[in-house]
Each structure stands twice: as C-alpha cells, then as structure tokens.
C-alpha cells in the first residue's frame, strides 16, 4: 500500500462506499419514520371520524313530565311531546343521522308513531334531521320560515325524502293542535332571531320551547339576513313572557325557568341600547366592540359554534343600528 493513500473508494459522484452506505441507511431511516407518521396520521383520522360519528349520534336525554322530554346533541334542543294519540316533535337537529337518533329514541317511549313535526325557525341545526322522518308526516312552521327553507337552503331541500319533509302545514300568527286530551299551541310572537320564529307551548304541562328566540347561557344568533333584529327582540320576547309557562326549554343550552328567559331578555336590551347608543353618537363599530360591556351575563360561546361570541352581537346590532346611514 502507498504511504498517505485512502483505502476508501471514491464513487463517480465524488462520495466514498463509506459515504454512500450512511445515505442510503438515512434515507431508510426517513421513509420508516415517514411511514410511520403516516400509520400515526391515519389512526388519528379515522379515531376523530369514528368519535364524530358517534357524536352525532349521541343524544342527551332529559324527562321534565311524564309526557314530555328534552333531547339535546350537536344542534338546537329537541322536544318530545308523547301522547296516548301519538307523538310531537319540536325541532330535528343538524343531521339526518340525528333524525335517525330522535326516531330510535322516540321508539324506546312509546309505540306511538310521530303525528307532527314542528319547526321553530329555518336553520339547519334545527330542520336538517327531518328526511329522516316519514314522508307525509305533518310538518309545521310558520310561512316565513317555510320561505326562508325554500330561498336560504334550496338546496338541502330540492331532492327526496327531504322535499317531503318540507313544512306542509304553515301559519302567521298561532295555531292550536289538540293532541291525547292534551293542548299544543303555536305562536309567532314576532321578529328577534328570525322573522319567522315559533314557540311552542305544551299548555298543560306549562312548559315553553321558544327555539332560538332564547339561547340560555350563550351567546345567540342574530340573524339580519332572514328578518332579525336586536331592536324589536325584547318586545317580542314580552309578548312570548305573557303566555302562562314555568319551565323553558331553549334553543341552545339547559333548560330553565322564567326568571332565565327574563335574564336573557335582559342581555338582549342591554345589547341594543348600549351598541345603538355608541352609534347615535356617531361611534364605530370599534368603539362599540370596545366600550359595550355585556361581561355580567357571563356568556359563552357555543361550543360547536365557537364564532357566535361577544363580538358577534356586538357586530350585528351595530350593523342594524347603522343600517341606511352609511354612504
């Protein structure tokens, strides 16, 4: 051997054996790790898809009368109202899979098959379960929100089972179903969430789903786009607080009693004299997201719809108390 020679080889690139060896055992070391991460990525995806499933599907069940319970999940609170004539339901939830749920669950009460199913308001956290019902099943809503299902949510709505289960039965103001000796009355109390919202209260039982005319705990939607309105809600809401009631059931969050549908109603009027208050005076809306304090009715954000927050309220009834002054 030459004094000072390398006894490495040198390769065509310039690497030696020695070189090449480590890049090639690297370059496996990667693709297992990759791999790997890969096997890691794909458990966490099908785990969190196999939790969603069953979260849809997951109904808490509460029983306020012997004939009549609360079903709450991924979107608005669901009533059951079992008679020995047959069932009611307010409101079906985001999914169709949920409509699913509130059958199977309504089948563990009773044989009873469900007589009417009663919309409060468009939104799809409260009318997306119906294809799951039976077609020619009567379907309630006031005509406003019938309108708003056909123009705002044509699509969900254009093909079968789901144009079936549209609101075939609409009313204006109230409307009355007698039910297994038991009484079930409609009222549109007026504009707030919606222009088209309906409470409905089980008469004997003295209990009042308002829908999301009330949100208890959290912070609601106010929806301009489909007639809301934060100006007019506190008066609607007085008119919905001279029926005769003890117990509510809300929209979104527990159920309560009168004194926290007055809370609400509260945050409501706040709300709107204290925003339109800072835009009389010619305040912006920053000034408003700034100066608007709402922190002693201690709400919060939905969970599955974390965006509905303070600065959510605070934008939309500036938006309403600016409307047509803006250039």
Same mark, same amino acid.
């Given at each position: ?6 006894? /490495? ?5 310039? @690497? ?15 693709? @297992? ?44 609170? *669901?009533?059951?109202? *079992? ?7 307010? $409101? ?12 199977? /669950?309504?089948?563990?009460?009773? =044989?009873? @098959? ?19 019902? !039976? ?6 809503? %006031? ?6 299902? /056909? +123009?705002? $949510?044509?699509?969900?709505?254009? &093909?079968?089972?789901?144009? +079936? ?39 004997? =039982? /003295? ?17 301009? +786009? ?5 100006? +007019?809600?506190?008066? %609607? ?6 029926? $005769? ?10 159920? %309560? ?20 208050? *800072? ?6 809306? &920053?000034?408003?997201?700034?100066? !608007? ?35």
């Amino acid at each position: 051997m030459t004094a000072g020679r390398s006894n /490495r080889t040198p390769l065509r690139n310039g @690497r030696t054996v020695c070189e090449e060896s480590t890049l090639v055992i690297s370059g496996r070391l990667v693709s @297992r790790a990759l791999e790997r991460a890969g096997i890691v990525l794909l458990v966490v995806i099908v785990g969190f898809a196999a939790f969603a499933w069953w979260r849809v599907g997951y109904l808490d069940v509460q029983q306020l009368r012997p004939d009549l319970w609360v079903l709450s999940g991924v979107g608005g609170n *669901v009533g059951v109202f *079992v008679s020995n004539e047959g069932v009611i339901v307010v $409101d079906t939830m985001t999914f169709v899979r949920q409509g699913e749920a509130i059958l199977d /669950r309504i089948t563990r009460l009773t =044989d009873q @098959r469900v007589m009417a199913v009663l919309n409060t308001h468009y939104h799809l956290d409260h009318t997306h379960g119906n294809p799951a019902f !039976v077609p020619g099943t009567k379907v309630i809503s %006031t005509a406003r929100t019938l309108a708003h299902l /056909r +123009e705002r $949510d044509a699509a969900f709505w254009r &093909d079968s089972p789901a144009r +079936e289960l549209l609101p075939n039965l609409t009313f204006e103001t109230t409307q009355e179903i007698s039910i297994g000796g038991r009484t079930v009355r409609l009222l549109h109390p007026g504009r707030g969430h919606t222009d088209g919202d309906l409470v409905v209260l089980f008469v004997e =039982d /003295r209990v009042l789903h308002t829908g999301d005319l009330f949100s208890n705990g959290v912070y609601p939607n106010i929806d301009l +786009e489909a007639g809301g309105t934060v100006r +007019e809600w506190g008066d %609607t809401l007085d008119r919905v607080l001279a029926l $005769d009631f003890d117990t509510v059931i809300p929209g979104h969050g527990p159920v %309560t009693d009168r004194a926290g549908l007055v809370r609400f109603q509260r945050f409501i009027r706040s709300l709107w004299s204290q925003t339109s208050a *800072v835009a009389a005076r010619g305040g912006s809306l &920053d000034d408003a997201l700034r100066t !608007v304090d709402l922190a002693e009715f201690a709400l919060r954000p939905l969970w599955f719809a974390p965006y509905l927050n303070r600065g959510f309220v605070v934008r939309r009834a500036y938006q309403e108390a600016t409307a047509g002054t803006r250039g």
